[in-house]
């Protein structure tokens, strides 16, 4: 992350309902500047509403948001002026060629001849669709659509991108492709506000993420101090015979033991302190392991763990 002082995305009680249904509620964000902030939840949590009221498609119907600096519902020529959105339903033509889609997005924003057919073939070059840019985008594979799709979005050189579900629908190698021109973006300076279903995507790219649950902020942080929120974490350990497994376990007090399986599961943090405490209690006891492997909590189980709260604490007594 290449922080700079001034925040790219501030949010303060923003709210947006449709008749009596809430879809926003009073959230707050902060998203520094040069940095990814994934934005978590499930189906109908306000993920696209957050977004499209950032990119001013969405008025807000209480609170304030700023976006480059500029307010959202002041001046929303600015904040269109400073974003790139890539939504989760491409905006590619597929009758047109892929050089074709980039001509036309530079001259929607008025680049000029020059400057927008050479602003074209660098995109074209930048994301590897050079030799397919004279073949009609339908024609492309669905990883090489949503490459074209992220380049027409940087046609204007956008300070922030909003990414809607991006690699929804694709192949592994298409999602990290896009992953790395994420990457890229934000080593030069650029902010990625990403929604994604995918929360191995949030543990690889974002610097913070944030966890909605019916139109609230439920949590917030780095991927590693959320999954601190969750309790599971722990070592297992393998023995090669009943005796080691023996005395591991009365040196280990909690452990949950497996005689079969010659194996012990130990309750941890997933620090360098507890399994260095545990080492040390393994050794002075004598009990040789043949296989050690530690389990942290991922971004799946705090999600499970957030929604589910906020789930039951809507539900009907019974």
Request: glycine share 10%.
């Amino acid at each position: 992350m290449t922080e700079q002082s001034d925040p790219a995305i501030v949010t303060v009680g923003l709210r947006k309902a449709y008749g009596e249904h809430v879809v926003l509620d009073d959230a707050d964000l902060r998203v520094p500047a040069g940095s990814v902030y994934a934005l978590l939840g499930p189906n109908g949590a306000g993920k696209t509403t957050t977004v499209n009221i950032l990119s001013t498609l969405v008025a807000a119907d209480a609170g304030t948001a700023t976006v480059a600096g500029h307010d959202v519902a002041r001046d929303p020529d600015a904040v269109r002026a400073a974003i790139g959105v890539t939504g989760q339903f491409s905006a590619v033509d597929h009758l047109l060629t892929g050089r074709e889609n980039l001509r036309l997005m530079a001259d929607l924003h008025h680049l000029g001849r020059a400057r927008g057919r050479e602003r074209v073939e660098e995109l074209l070059e930048r994301f590897g669709l050079t030799e397919a840019a004279a073949r009609p985008a339908a024609t492309y594979s669905g990883g090489m659509g949503r490459r074209l799709d992220l380049a027409m979005t940087l046609i204007g050189t956008p300070r922030v991108i909003f990414l809607d579900e991006p690699t929804t629908g694709l192949d592994p190698r298409s999602r990290r492709e896009v992953w790395r021109f994420v990457r890229e973006l934000v080593r030069g300076g650029v902010t990625i506000f990403l929604t994604t279903q995918y929360l191995d995507e949030a543990d690889q790219l974002a610097d913070r993420v944030g966890v909605l649950d019916d139109g609230r902020l439920v949590a917030e942080g780095t991927p590693d101090e959320l999954k601190r929120l969750v309790p599971g974490g722990h070592v297992r350990l393998r023995f090669a015979d009943a005796d080691g497994l023996e005395a591991a376990a009365r040196a280990l007090a909690g452990s949950t033991r497996d005689d079969q399986a010659l194996s012990l599961q130990v309750p941890a943090d997933g620090s360098l302190a507890s399994l260095r405490d545990l080492l040390a209690r393994l050794d002075a006891a004598a009990a040789e392991v043949q296989d050690l492997s530690v389990h942290a909590p991922d971004l799946d189980d705090v999600f499970l763990a957030l929604t589910d709260r906020s789930a039951s604490r809507k539900a009907p007594p019974a």
